[in-house]
């Protein structure tokens, strides 16, 4: 006599299904000891909504001709979150995240705001999770859903890719060292700024301003590009290196 499915929360209210023979008129179905709703009963098959409780407990049928022998239930208790490898990323999403815990096992959902993607389940203590687009920039909060019910408590932050429009001066010495100001948007996650695929020193002014240190390089006209939580921008021959004179 199966039944499907073999688990669900402590809370209860799970939809279960007994399948077997001489199954008509049921009168009571026992979880442990506690009675479940009956909702459907063919000579067949008993419908039931399981009532809470805890660990694993055996399921039995009870009719006109007796109680049938138990099988086995088993409580899953809601998920605990304790981090989130990244708390922003870009709006457009597409970035993985792990989520590390426990009663993680069954996780069918990670709710980000409005948004719902599908996890992969590494093990009971983590999973991973491709982020959903965002609907805008912003802060949303993170749920996980299991067959034990779903947890809350995480929030991840929308942010919209960079935009550079100037940098003042746009050009200066083959030695490096000129102190460059770069305004754009959306610059206030700003991880890198590179000048020629070098690495430059940056402070960040605001959302709109980063103040730059150009490292050393060759002369000519050089890409200059930030990234940031949201993405990269790239400034095309950006930032011109001049060489000094020479005696």
């Known amino acids: 006599m199966p039944i499907s499915p073999n688990q669900g929360s402590t809370a209860g209210g799970t939809t279960v299904t007994i399948t077997g023979t001489n199954l008509a008129g049921a009168t009571a179905v026992k979880f442990g000891t506690k009675s479940a709703t009956i909702t459907a009963n063919t000579p067949t098959q008993v419908t039931c909504i399981s ?15 007796g109680t049938s022998n138990p099988l086995s ?28 815990g426990t009663g993680l096992a069954t996780a069918s959902s990670v709710q980000f705001g409005a948004n719902s993607a599908t996890p992969t389940v590494t093990s009971d203590s983590q999973i991973s999770v491709t982020v959903p687009a965002g609907a805008a920039p912003g ?9 034990g019910g779903t947890n ?5 932050t929308y942010v919209d890719a960079p935009t550079v429009s100037t940098i003042t001066p746009s050009s200066g010495s083959t030695s490096g060292g000129t ?33 730059v240190v150009t490292p050393p390089g060759t002369a000519g006209a050089e890409d200059v590009v930030v990234t940031t939580t949201g993405g990269s921008a790239t400034a095309v021959g950006g930032f011109t290196y001049v060489s000094g004179p020479g005696i």
Request: negative net charge; without cysteine.
């Open 152 to 156: 809350n408590g995480f929030s991840y």
């Open 51 to 65: 009532p809470s409780g805890s660990g694993t407990v055996g399921v039995t049928v009870t009719t006109a001709g």
């Open 179 to 211: 102190a460059v100001t770069i305004t754009g948007a959306s610059l206030s996650t700003t991880q890198s700024v590179t000048v020629g695929g070098t690495a430059a020193p940056f402070s960040v002014v605001n959302d709109t301003t980063l103040s």
């Open 139 to 147: 802060t949303v909060g993170v749920s996980v859903t299991t067959i």
């Open 73 to 100: 239930f088993f409580y899953i208790g809601a998920p605990f979150k304790a981090s989130l490898s990244d708390v922003s990323g870009p709006t457009a999403g597409g970035n993985a995240v792990t989520i590390t």
